[in-house]
């Protein structure tokens, strides 16, 4: 049997194998389905796959099993945890995937453990990269996600008819550094939508009308995707999520608190993103953990005694 990389894919011969069916993983994984590709799904809630299966994806009842029938396996989860059980653990991907199978996770997960998949994946034949991804469940929707793809340059392009499918990629370096962009992207993400938070808030106690007040700006050097994606949602207090508040915690938690593998030449001060971070932080000690990032507002909101 040929291996699958580096034989070209198509909608007829490639078999997909997806894991994490939340809001972004099942808009992902309709678009593929949608582009006429065979797609496998593993549930820890058999259940929660009932639309995917709908439109044509076939439920399996292990990793191990999905990994075993696959060419290529996405990985959405919510955790690095999560992805190194999924992909390392014992009856996890690797221990199924044939040679020349790719691993492409797309969840945002810590550099090191992206570099340790890699290096795992390797000793086996087999190839890994991460692609952690921006654009929340409109992007995800719309197939407009910005992918961060690191590892071998050469499987990132013979991903791109799937990528493509979702989005946009850009190839930024070896592995672990789609993850340290994807991190990287966080720091401003969070701080735009401080500064739309603070700006809306300001806004409504000066007596302005909010909605006027994103019109004025639009086009000016504020305007931001964060304001294109978000101020809306704001003002119509729908904090329904595209990506957890609590994952935001995780995302820049990783490029503020720790520190491993002796890096020390890399730590960077981030007074910015450790504000962000206590901010959403708040948002989960509020209750608000599985809001959209766009409740970001009622931190600030409370803040003010609203």
């Known amino acids: ?12 011969k490639t078999r997909i194998g997806w894991i994490g069916i939340g809001v972004m993983g099942a808009a992902m994984a309709t678009r593929l389905l949608s582009a006429g590709y065979s797609l496998s799904i593993y549930a820890r809630t058999p259940s929660k796959a009932l639309d995917l299966q709908s439109k044509g994806a076939l ?5 191990l099993q999905l990994a075993q029938t696959s060419d290529i396996v996405f990985t959405m989860v919510g955790h690095p945890s999560d992805v190194r059980q999924n992909v390392l653990d014992e009856n996890g991907i690797l221990q199924g995937l044939n ?3 790719v691993i492409v996770d797309t969840t945002s997960s810590h550099p090191a453990l992206a570099r340790d998949i890699f290096i795992a994946a390797r000793a086996k034949g087999c190839w890994a990269v991460d692609a952690p991804v921006s654009g929340g469940d409109i992007g995800a929707r719309d197939g407009k996600l910005a992918i961060f793809g690191g590892g071998d340059e050469g499987v990132v392009n013979w991903l791109l008819p799937l990528f493509q499918v979702l989005g946009k990629v850009t190839y930024v370096g070896e592995a672990g550094c789609g993850q340290s962009c994807k991190i990287a992207n966080q720091f401003a993400i969070s701080a735009n939508l401080l500064g739309l938070s603070e700006g809306l808030v300001f806004a409504e106690r000066a007596g302005l009308d909010m909605k006027k007040f994103v019109e004025a700006v639009r086009g ?6 964060a304001m294109e994606l978000f101020a809306e949602r704001m003002i119509g207090r ?24 002796g890096e020390d030449e890399r ?7 450790a504000l962000t971070k ?29």
Request: aromatic residues 8%; negative net charge; hydrophobic residues 40%.
């Open 238 to 261: 729908d904090f329904r999520p595209g990506g957890f508040a609590e994952y935001m915690v995780k995302d820049l938690g990783m490029g503020v608190d720790v520190v491993e593998e």
């Open 1 to 12: 049997m040929q291996t699958p990389y580096p034989n070209p894919i198509s909608p007829t």
């Open 267 to 273: 730590v960077v001060v981030l007074p910015g993103a």
């Open 278 to 306: 206590q901010l959403f932080s708040a948002m989960v000690a509020n209750g608000d953990g599985k809001f959209g990032n766009q409740g970001l507002i009622s931190v600030i909101e409370r803040l003010n005694g609203k």
């Open 59 to 63: 439920l399996v009842n292990s990793v």
């Open 99 to 101: 040679p020349g199978g």
């Open 220 to 225: 000016g050097g504020a305007w931001s995707m």
